[in-house]
């Protein structure tokens, strides 16, 4: 895949160097098999030789990303649930944002108006209504512990941290999405994370929340903050950076989000991205 060229016009002054990095882990960090390969690991460490903090956020679960602290010597926070909880790297929690209780079976109620599944998170444990449901066993695998299956899994309304919606039909998704963007937008965000999934969670919990948050860390402006990601759920966090980057397996809306588009996450595209765009020839 040939990456295009970053385009910097003339008399243009240098933008501040960056000095974070925050990426997406699935479609992003991660093959399509869920693997951190060792030329991501390698990237990682070279942004830790030069200063460069490093940090992820996901929809998944806190204990879903456990598997990515040790490989990636992580110290930083990591933003689960898409800023709905975040964590030390020892699974302590720092910030955790409960979808509001009233507006957890209206969601639930509308997702299945759509023929959507509904998954709910809530504090270390995850609900469905189906164990053999649409992508439940994937989801499994990749967060490694199993689903609590309850017939309305709404009943457990409060600290919920995140509602998912899932589907192999991912118009109804999208479709989804729009409703409950259009009804609850006041109350919650909702956004896909994969064309399969829609994730709903606290109006405080996005990823343009993540960056604001590490940025309050670290003392950092917006422009010193570098963003990868691949679904439409990362352009908030495209909007609270500096150097934007779409994966080449990203969505389009995504790719016309971003600065620059990097190869897939087939073809080490985080890698690549790392090396070329923050580290390398195209580096600010």
Do not use: C
């Amino acid at each position: 895949m040939t990456v295009p060229p970053a385009h910097t016009g003339p008399g243009t002054p240098p933008a501040p160097r960056i000095r974070l990095v925050l990426a997406d882990v699935d479609g992003t960090l991660v093959t399509p098999e869920k693997v951190l390969t060792d030329r991501a690991i390698s990237a990682v460490q070279r942004l830790r030789e030069a200063r460069i903090h490093f940090a992820v956020t996901s929809g998944r679960p806190p204990r879903g990303m456990s598997m990515l602290t040790d490989p990636l010597r992580l110290e930083t926070p990591i933003a689960a649930f898409n800023g709905g909880v975040i964590v030390d790297p020892t699974m302590r929690v720092l910030l955790q944002r409960a979808v509001p209780e009233g507006v957890v079976a209206p969601i639930a109620d509308l997702m299945r108006s759509f023929g959507l599944d509904v998954w709910t998170y809530r504090g270390a444990d995850w609900y469905v209504s189906d164990p053999d449901g649409p992508h439940v066993h994937r989801e499994a695998s990749t967060v490694q512990f199993q689903p609590t299956v309850l017939e309305h899994v709404e009943e457990h309304a409060s600290q919920v941290a995140k509602i998912v919606g899932v589907s192999d039909d991912h118009d109804a998704v999208a479709r989804a999405s729009a409703a409950a963007k259009d009804r609850f937008g006041g109350h919650v965000t909702a956004a896909a994370s994969q064309p399969y999934s829609l994730d709903v969670t606290h109006p405080d919990a996005n990823k343009g929340s993540v960056a604001r948050y590490l940025a309050r860390q670290f003392g950092l402006s917006a422009d010193e903050i570098a963003t990868i990601g691949d679904m439409p759920n990362d352009i908030e966090m495209f909007r609270r950076s500096g150097l934007t980057i779409a994966m080449g397996n990203a969505e389009p809306e995504v790719k016309q989000s971003a600065a620059e588009v990097t190869a897939s996450n087939e073809e080490d595209g985080f890698a690549i991205a790392v090396e070329r765009f923050v580290l390398g020839p195209d580096a600010r």
